[in-house]
């Protein structure tokens, strides 16, 4: 079996393969699709296949949209040139199910793949064009955080950057100074409505775009390279939204048995490419069953009926509440608690985790008992639902290839928002005392513990990639296990407010992670004879 236009017209070998394919006629689609676009997603990666181009598919079966989608590919071409275009835009989505099952689907709605280059004219002017449509209503994105970044990590504006506001939108080569350039083309057709939605995982991200489509707009403008009014269509909201959003759902790298499930369907053309920019990609897509896209119902051109395939639209503070609900307490503390104690603990498989007494204990007591008193009920979804959800279904997924290791990457940008804002409900409440917190300071002794980079028994590790590494790190580089004298050492690292959100020994919790730390490091086997003390 081909996954092309060719190979999938033999549909009935597909069928009897259990493949769910395209429920609509995929020809006319994209003809509808090309010739009135109402919707473009950047960022060609996973996570777009597994979610946003499966809506969109989901909304073609059931006959609520004649409209497919378009993506553009702004950081890797080689991503279009050798997997989309090879396969007619077509990919499988392979859902990996908590009870072992798998759902094999046949993903074809994306009607058009296009490269973000504004060296490529033929590409960036069938880009403009699509931005000078009436029909367009709304631009996604999955470019994760640092997509949106105009400044390097010190804070100064990056080189293309400061090239593209002199010379203007004529062919810019920043990412985002080509997507004002193309919103700016939006503008030069008849200032038409349009809105300008951010998917990332990061927090109040229609913020983050906004305030890079307008520095554009703003120095283009001022520089005399734009029109005047280009800047006030960026800040009329009757004209340009940038709505917030929460997305959900994992998606790790293609994973070697699923491609082998694959292949004893007799799939061919499987093999992964590696691209130059060393961007890994195959035909499919694994991801988890469970998903959640909370969207800000703002779309000044309209939108497509995607509450009809779960996206769930409500106001901005809604979208908040959210969005705090899942990464200070429902999701993202108890991935970072697996993550830095399965390192320690030598686990490859975060699911394999939950099968460990101590650490489902762990993420138990920090969801379920320290950090639900304080979450804000959004409403459209409820807490403890999501956190039954997570614990039950979706970390102990033995079918999701994901690994401490990976989620470990960052630690140190992660702490404060994922620990830091639940301290800080507790300080806020005369209700709460911030000493009941047990577990959310054995977290942080567990990251002062990880950042010794030896596991339980004492053997090396190597941490995973982190922009602090190398500066916490020099905070236990000559502690050993067995010191008796580690306090001193570590106590310095624990009043940094951007690590922790907030100076833990201002409000005494530096003790508590000191002496949590210094039975960490008691000797080989310290890690787990802590775990069970204070777990159970």
């Not at 699911?351 to 204990?361: G, N, T, V």
């Not at 301290?423 to 010794?452: E, H, N, Q, T």
Request: glycine share 6%; hydrophobic share 40%; net charge negative.
């Amino acid at each position: 079996m081909e996954l092309t236009e060719k190979g999938l017209a033999k549909s009935a070998e597909w069928e009897s393969k259990d493949y769910q394919l395209p429920r609509y006629d995929r020809k006319a689609m994209i003809e509808t699709t090309k010739a009135n676009p109402s919707w473009i997603h950047f960022g060609a990666g996973n996570i777009f296949r597994a979610f946003q181009a499966n809506l969109a598919q989901e909304l073609l079966n059931t006959g609520a949209s004649d409209q497919g989608l378009i993506v553009a590919e702004g950081f890797d071409a080689e991503i279009i040139e050798k997997m989309y275009r090879p396969h007619d835009n077509y990919s499988i989505l392979v859902t990996l199910k908590a009870d072992g099952g798998v759902d094999k689907t046949v993903v074809g709605s994306i009607a058009e793949s296009c490269i973000l280059e504004s060296s490529n004219q033929a590409e960036y002017k069938r880009l403009r064009e699509i931005f000078s449509k009436d029909s367009l209503q709304m631009v996604t994105f999955t470019i994760t955080e640092k997509g949106y970044s105009l400044v390097d990590g010190k804070g100064d504006l990056l080189p293309a950057v400061a090239d593209d506001y002199q010379a203007g939108p004529g062919a810019p080569e920043s990412y985002m100074g080509k997507v004002a350039s193309l919103l700016y083309a939006r503008y030069q057709s008849g200032a038409r409505p349009i809105a300008m939605v951010s998917t990332d995982n990061c927090s109040h991200n229609g913020d983050k775009l906004y305030e890079a489509i307008s520095a554009f707009a703003r120095e283009w403008t001022k520089n005399g390279r734009a029109e005047t009014g280009f800047y006030d269509y960026v800040n009329d909201k009757s004209k340009v939204s940038f709505p917030w959003s929460m997305i959900d759902k994992i998606t790790p790298r293609p994973d070697a048995s699923v491609e082998e499930i694959l292949r004893k369907d007799d799939l061919s053309g499987l093999d992964p490419v590696v691209t130059g920019k060393n961007t890994w990609v195959a035909p499919f897509v694994n991801a988890e069953e469970t998903q959640y896209l909370v969207i800000e119902d703002s779309f000044p051109n309209g939108r497509p009926a995607l509450e009809k395939a779960g996206v769930i639209f409500t106001d901005r503070e809604t979208v908040d509440k959210v969005e705090k609900m899942k990464v200070c307490t429902c999701l993202n503390p108890l991935h970072t608690a697996l993550a830095v104690y399965g390192c320690l603990l030598g686990y490859q498989k975060i699911s394999e985790e939950m099968k460990d007494p101590q650490l489902k204990a762990m993420v138990e007591i920090i969801g379920y008992k320290e950090g639900l008193p304080v979450v804000v009920d959004p409403g459209v979804l409820d807490p403890r639902e999501f956190i039954d959800t997570v614990l039950k279904v979706r970390i102990p997924n033995p079918f999701m290839p994901d690994t401490p290791q990976r989620i470990a990457t960052d630690t140190s940008q992660k702490l404060a928002i994922r620990f830091g804002e639940t301290i800080k409900r507790y300080l806020a409440d005369p209700s709460l005392d911030v000493a009941d917190l047990k577990l959310i300071p054995l977290v942080f002794a567990g990251w002062l513990r990880y950042l010794m980079a030896l596991d339980d028994e004492g053997r090396a590790f190597e941490p995973s990639p982190d922009p602090l590494l190398a500066s916490a790190s020099e905070y236990v580089k000559d502690i050993r296990l067995g010191d008796k004298d580690a306090a001193s050492r570590v106590a310095p690292l624990l009043t940094n407010e951007q690590i922790f959100g907030l100076d833990l020994s201002e409000i005494g919790m530096d003790k508590t992670v000191i002496s949590y730390f210094e039975e960490l490091i008691a000797g080989p086997g310290a890690v787990r004879a802590t775990l069970k003390k204070y777990t159970a």
